[in-house]
């Protein structure tokens, strides 16, 4: 392509498929803790496994209990602005077992969870950290 010239092909935001193993768990991680909002879910029919979509503040995630759909144990780098607010709100929750810190990076300030099935977020605002 030459300067000037625009493609035809584009692509929007990836959404990570982070794998679940227990739905209310998961839900009270992503909503009650992470402050995130159900925005669907969809079962084939009863008994199969669920797959629902959560999102914030432009950060969208896809949750599955399919196998397949996803490894646990994954990282998902999400860039953001307002951690320290988040951080605190996070904080404020007195979520058992997860109190996210604050680490300074070469590349920006960084904040960690780790969900009920081993995925990890790794939440970061970029800047002169570090």
């Known amino acids: 392509m030459h300067a000037g010239e625009t493609s035809p092909v584009a692509f929007a935001a990836p959404i990570p498929v982070l794998r679940m193993f227990d739905v209310a768990r998961?839900?009270?991680?992503?909503?009650?803790?992470?402050?995130?909002?159900?925005?669907w879910e969809h079962v084939f029919e009863p008994g199969m496994p669920l797959y629902c979509?959560?999102?914030?503040?432009?950060?969208?995630l896809h949750l599955s209990e399919h196998h397949g759909d996803g490894s646990?144990?994954?990282?998902?780098?999400?860039?953001?602005?307002?951690?320290?607010?988040?951080?605190r709100?996070?904080?404020?929750?007195?979520?058992?077992?997860?109190?996210?810190?604050?680490?300074a990076q070469p590349w920006g300030v960084e904040m960690q969870v780790w969900d009920p099935s081993g995925n990890r977020i790794r939440f970061c605002e970029r800047g002169g950290a570090g």
């Open 72 to 87: 646990p144990g994954v990282v998902v780098f999400a860039p953001m602005a307002g951690i320290e607010t988040y951080q």
């Open 53 to 60: 979509q959560v999102s914030r503040s432009g950060l969208t």
């Open 26 to 39: 998961a839900k009270a991680f992503y909503l009650d803790f992470l402050g995130f909002t159900l925005d």
């Open 89 to 103: 709100e996070l904080l404020a929750k007195g979520y058992a077992s997860m109190r996210p810190g604050l680490h």
